[in-house]
């Protein structure tokens, strides 16, 4: 307040001077404020795009550079559609081509440095039926066969286990829970048959790519050759493979050659998918309703069938009157236990997302 009494009460001469340093003093609070949501701002984009670089890029060595290819960017000259023939809407409509097309996008340096990448690649088992490898990469290491699922939620499994399970926040705070035949194994049958087709003598590497939009629990594998990450980590584990293993198996003549002869299964007639579809229909026809760890579902008792009385046979005519066969009692009702109340699990948090 004397401040501004003594501004006011200037001479005539320094009032300008002495209004422009009142309206100055007035608005310096909200220019701070201003000045420190500026920084603020600027802090947390900087941290956001250095979490979304690690969690999207891989770290970078002296081998590979990851360069993710933007969805819409050249997707007609990517050597997805080269394969697929697939248009970029089909592709887009489609859940599981689009997880494939994304695990691409984050392999597409890797062709820049002699690798080849296959998509839906059907190999033929001995029983004349189909398997079909979602993709694969030919490199100097040897072959990289994924198994892409493109799942969300909760993700729980195990290298020893035939069923994995996904879990999904359900209505009124309950978890839906899904069970899946384990990729692993699913991914193991690829690779026996492609490397009976081959007559393969250089390593084969097993790796499941699962959507980002899912989170892992429960991952346990034992093996060195296989690997479950997310499609963000998968340039990553592959430049593992890349950098640490011997890159003097496959020449690039030889590279060549195994994709020439695997091109061809990728080109398969509309009847072999339908095959294979069916196939697989089939199959998990025979697992539908599996549940690990879970009680058989009970059922009415059935009433033992009564015992079969032996013939009566009638003695001799004499004066008496002849006696009836004893009647047997009869069989108590079933009873029909009442069903067991639904389970509430507890609360689950929303799926997994990452930062954009």
């Not at 795009?49 to 999207?56: D, Q, V």
């Not at 290819?69 to 990517?78: A, D, F, R």
């Amino acid at each position: 307040m004397q401040l501004i009494n003594i501004l006011t009460n200037a001479p005539s001469s320094s009032s300008s001077g002495g209004l422009f340093l009142l309206v100055f003093l007035l608005f310096l609070p909200l220019l701070l404020t201003g000045f420190l949501r500026a920084v603020r701002r600027t802090l947390r984009r900087k941290r956001r795009r250095n979490n979304n670089r690690k969690r999207y890029n891989a770290q970078p060595s002296s081998n590979y550079r990851v360069t993710r290819i933007p969805y819409s960017h050249n997707y007609y000259e990517s050597s997805y559609y080269k394969v697929t023939h697939l248009p970029y809407e089909e592709m887009m409509a489609d859940k599981g081509r689009r997880g494939e097309y994304n695990t691409y996008s984050y392999l597409s340096t890797f062709e820049n440095l002699g690798a080849k990448i296959l998509f839906n690649v059907y190999v033929q088992k001995p029983d004349g039926t189909y398997t079909e490898i979602d993709q694969l990469m030919i490199c100097g290491n040897g072959i990289i066969v994924f198994e892409i699922k493109n799942y969300k939620g909760w993700i729980f499994g195990s290298e020893d286990r035939e069923k994995w399970c996904q879990s999904l926040k359900g209505a009124d705070h309950t978890s839906q829970k899904e069970y899946f035949y384990n990729p692993i194994w699913q991914n193991d049958n690829h690779i026996k048959f492609l490397q009976q087709s081959l007559n393969a003598g250089f390593p084969i590497y097993s790796m499941v790519v699962f959507s980002n939009e899912c989170q892992f629990k429960e991952i346990n594998t034992t093996r060195n050759n296989v690997r479950v990450v997310h499609e963000y980590e998968v340039a990553d584990a592959v430049g593992n493979i890349w950098n640490n293993t011997p890159s003097n198996y496959l020449s690039p003549e030889g590279i060549e050659n195994i994709y020439n002869k695997l091109y061809s299964l990728t080109q398969v007639s509309a009847e072999v998918k339908a095959q294979h579809i069916q196939t697989v229909r089939n199959a998990q026809g025979h697992t539908a309703g599996y549940a690990p760890n879970s009680a058989a579902p009970q059922t009415a008792p059935t009433p033992a069938p009564a015992a079969a009385t032996p013939p009566v046979v009638s003695p001799a005519p004499t004066a008496t009157a002849p006696q009836s066969a004893p009647v047997p009692p009869a069989a108590p009702p079933a009873v029909v236990p009442a069903p067991p109340k639904p389970r509430r699990d507890k609360i689950q948090p929303p799926p997994f997302k990452p930062t954009k």
